[in-house]
């Protein structure tokens, strides 16, 4: 069994369905609303646990009714969360995602109690063979626990979002990173590499070194990937979109589950598209989380 440890957010989400965005001083009526457990580091934790890994979760949520589920939530999915401190005076994060009828969603987020981790909770991690790390959380914590895992040699898969509060420290403990397009171009922004923004390929090939992989989501058109060496792509099988919030959580905990199991970046970018686009056919991000069933399914009945 792939042992994962994911340092990351837990985020309350508040999710309307919309029929388009509003504008400046537009009042929206929303179709739908449901509250749901998010944010990436809880996403990916929960994704690893359904697709059969052990999983340790570190992270911080406040003493407030949306900490006490997000405990009692870990412990249902079966996920160790021994490490995930209770901050006083401060409040579990909530964002509140925006879908309109295309599936596609954005957010505002409050990042409460994910932004006060402290480093020094990721100075005694256990030992694991994936380490899942984005950037909801302190870098300084994040830095800590990717520096630790990569000296002993465990892969560590980092999710740069939001991308701004990516750091250079933080990319350089990866051993892979995942961005989607717009934190692909980020990421290449001053650099000596200026591919077409619009070629997620080329992306890939740019952020791709000997050192550290990168793999690039491309939403429906699935994802482009270079190890330094080789490069390739893979396409989702074909889904309804309703919903894509945590599709992209999905793809990474799938993707760290493969590549931990050995698989090659050809083999897990297949495996890693087809739990995307399970996680894209639900409403709200926990619900659409897959199952390894889920997504072999799904596979299967694409071949």
Same mark, same amino acid.
């Given at each position: 069994?792939?042992?994962?440890?994911?340092? !990351?957010?837990?985020?309350?989400?508040?999710?309307?369905?919309?029929?388009?965005?509003? !504008?400046?001083?537009?009042?929206?009526?929303?179709?739908?609303?449901?509250?749901?457990?998010?944010?990436?580091?809880?996403?990916?934790?929960?994704?690893?646990?359904?697709?059969?890994?052990?999983?340790?979760?570190?992270?911080?949520?406040?003493?407030?009714?949306?900490?006490?589920?997000?405990?009692?939530?870990?412990?249902?999915?079966?996920?160790?969360?021994g490490r995930v401190v209770r901050l006083r005076?401060?409040?579990?994060?909530?964002?509140?995602?925006?879908?309109?009828?295309?599936?596609?969603?954005?957010?505002?987020?409050?990042?409460?109690?994910?932004?006060?981790?402290?480093?020094?909770?990721?100075?005694?991690?256990?030992?694991?063979?994936?380490?899942?790390?984005?950037?909801?959380?302190?870098?300084?914590?994040?830095?800590?626990?990717?520096? &630790?895992?990569?000296?002993?040699?465990?892969?560590?898969?980092?999710?740069?979002?939001?991308? $701004?509060?990516?750091?250079?420290?933080?990319?350089?403990?990866?051993?892979?990173?995942?961005?989607?397009?717009?934190?692909?171009?980020?990421?290449?922004?001053?650099?000596?590499?200026?591919?077409?923004?619009?070629?997620?390929?080329?992306?890939?090939?740019?952020?791709?070194?000997?050192?550290?992989?990168?793999?690039?989501?491309?939403?429906?058109?699935?994802?482009?990937?270079?190890?330094?060496?080789?490069?390739?792509?893979?396409?989702?099988?074909?889904?309804?979109?309703?919903?894509?919030?945590?599709?992209?959580?999905?793809?990474?905990?799938?993707?760290?589950?493969?590549?931990?199991?050995?698989?090659?970046?050809?083999?897990?970018?297949?495996? &890693?598209?087809?739990?995307?686009?399970?996680?894209?056919?639900?409403?709200?991000?926990?619900?659409?989380?897959?199952?390894?069933?889920?997504?072999?399914?799904?596979?299967? $009945?694409?071949?």
């Amino acid at each position: 069994m792939v042992r994962a440890l994911v340092v !990351g957010s837990l985020v309350q989400d508040l999710a309307f369905q919309i029929p388009q965005r509003p !504008g400046p001083g537009e009042v929206i009526i929303a179709d739908e609303f449901g509250t749901f457990r998010g944010g990436k580091g809880y996403n990916q934790a929960v994704a690893l646990a359904r697709l059969g890994a052990e999983v340790t979760m570190v992270g911080a949520v406040g003493h407030d009714p949306y900490g006490d589920g997000f405990l009692a939530a870990l412990e249902r999915e079966g996920i160790d969360a021994g490490r995930v401190v209770r901050l006083r005076g401060v409040s579990t994060a909530v964002a509140v995602p925006l879908i309109t009828p295309d599936g596609e969603v954005g957010f505002v987020q409050h990042p409460g109690a994910n932004r006060q981790l402290p480093p020094a909770h990721c100075a005694d991690l256990p030992d694991c063979d994936v380490l899942l790390l984005q950037g909801e959380v302190t870098p300084a914590a994040s830095e800590r626990a990717g520096g &630790a895992i990569r000296r002993r040699g465990g892969i560590v898969v980092c999710n740069p979002a939001p991308i $701004h509060d990516v750091t250079p420290a933080l990319l350089a403990t990866a051993s892979v990173i995942c961005p989607n397009e717009v934190e692909a171009a980020a990421l290449l922004a001053d650099g000596p590499a200026q591919p077409d923004r619009s070629d997620g390929a080329a992306m890939a090939r740019a952020l791709g070194t000997e050192e550290r992989s990168c793999v690039v989501t491309l939403g429906a058109a699935g994802a482009a990937w270079c190890d330094g060496t080789d490069c390739g792509s893979g396409r989702p099988p074909q889904v309804r979109a309703v919903d894509t919030t945590g599709a992209g959580d999905s793809f990474c905990a799938a993707l760290a589950v493969a590549l931990a199991e050995g698989a090659g970046y050809a083999e897990a970018v297949g495996f &890693a598209c087809a739990a995307g686009a399970h996680a894209a056919t639900i409403r709200g991000a926990e619900p659409g989380l897959p199952t390894r069933a889920q997504v072999e399914a799904l596979l299967n $009945h694409a071949a």
